[in-house]
């Protein structure tokens, strides 16, 4: 906050940190407060911000920044039960995309939202209708 222009930001080497074995996660902490008003605390947002900040681009570094907010981050809060297996808590969030690098680059919808086996919220899928003469008339 002290520096002169240009002011130096506060990012750690993070595919550096990843390729060294280290396990990474990205949170958000300022969610409408007085010091930042723009936090949402959508971890999707979290993830597009940070690959683009860290420079991980690629395919591969999307699929990384996807494991930062997701797998990565329930090992840095040492959950219990986390995951997609058989005894997990059944707590998700089921995304309108094809795999992590669509969540992040198009914001996937959220679906649904289940909280511990319980259904929280449930939103229609995104659809798009075209109007290109040769091309399907909608995309999912």
Not at 26 to 37: A, N, Q
Not at 47 to 75: E, P, W, Y
């Amino acid at each position: 906050r002290h520096d002169t222009y240009p002011k130096r930001r506060g990012m750690t080497r993070v595919p550096e940190l990843m390729a060294a074995g280290v396990t990474v996660a990205f949170g958000h902490d300022c969610v409408m407060d007085p010091w930042y008003s723009l936090g949402s605390g959508d971890m999707l947002e979290v993830a597009h911000m940070g690959l683009h900040v860290a420079q991980m681009t690629s395919q591969a570094g999307m699929r990384q920044c996807f494991d930062a907010i997701t797998v990565n981050a329930a090992k840095v809060m040492g959950l219990r039960g986390y995951g997609l297996a058989v005894g997990c808590d059944a707590s998700f969030v089921l995304l309108q995309a094809r795999d992590p690098v669509d969540a992040i680059r198009l914001r996937a919808t959220r679906l649904k939202v289940w909280r511990q086996g319980v259904l929280l919220s449930e939103t229609a899928p995104a659809t798009a209708r075209l109007s290109l003469p040769g091309r399907p008339a909608a995309v999912p």
